[in-house]
């Protein structure tokens, strides 16, 4: 495989690593505190809208729900995680992924939640950064939490490549 087939390979995982630390974090505020995330099949239905030239949503959870909805957002979800990684090393370079630090993942995780303050919540008919939500503060620091995570995520997903790769 060519060095750019290996870093393509590695950031990709990277992305679905960090996915998965984040859904894992989503998963014990959920079991532990009863804390509710995001519902990816809302994610699925606001994509499939957009086929029907439908962007935005007075409320999305009122919007009628679509057929494979659910696997439409949890595939754009770790899509969008693969893409954000892309992007760390975008504003990195390739060697990030031999020689990974903390800094650039949590910032990267921190740009990241611009995406549902400015494009998601308003469109899902939530307001800017979850404004028109009955307790907008608790979902802005819940947001900012869980990109915070997915930051720390892409960190400690690329120190396991590197590690795992340094012998190759």
């Known amino acids: 495989m060519s ?7 590695k950031i990709i995982a990277v992305g679905i ?3 998965v630390i984040m859904d894992l974090w989503a998963l014990m505020l959920r079991r532990v505190f009863k804390v509710m995330s995001l519902n990816f099949c ?3 239905r606001w994509l499939i809208y957009m086929r029907d030239g439908v962007f935005r949503h ?3 959870m009122s919007a009628q729900a679509k057929p494979a909805e659910c696997a439409v957002g949890w595939l754009a979800h770790y899509a969008i995680g693969i893409v954000f990684a892309f992007a760390l090393l ?3 370079s390739p060697s990030w ?3 990974p630090t903390i800094l650039p993942a949590l910032l990267t995780g921190l740009v990241t939640i611009s995406i549902p303050f400015f494009i998601m919540q308003p469109a899902f008919g939530m307001g800017i950064a979850a404004a028109k939500t009955p307790k907008p503060g608790q ?14 995520g892409l960190y400690l997903s690329a120190l396991v490549l590197s590690i795992v790769f340094q012998g190759s």
Request: without cysteine.
């Open 58 to 60: 007075k409320s999305i």
């Open 139 to 152: 979902a802005r620091l819940r947001s900012l939490m869980t990109h915070s995570v997915f930051g720390l």
């Open 90 to 92: 975008l504003m990195t």
């Open 17 to 19: 690593g960090a996915t």
């Open 42 to 44: 809302l994610v699925g």
């Open 97 to 99: 992924l031999d020689q």
């Open 3 to 9: 060095i750019e087939g290996i870093y393509l390979v």
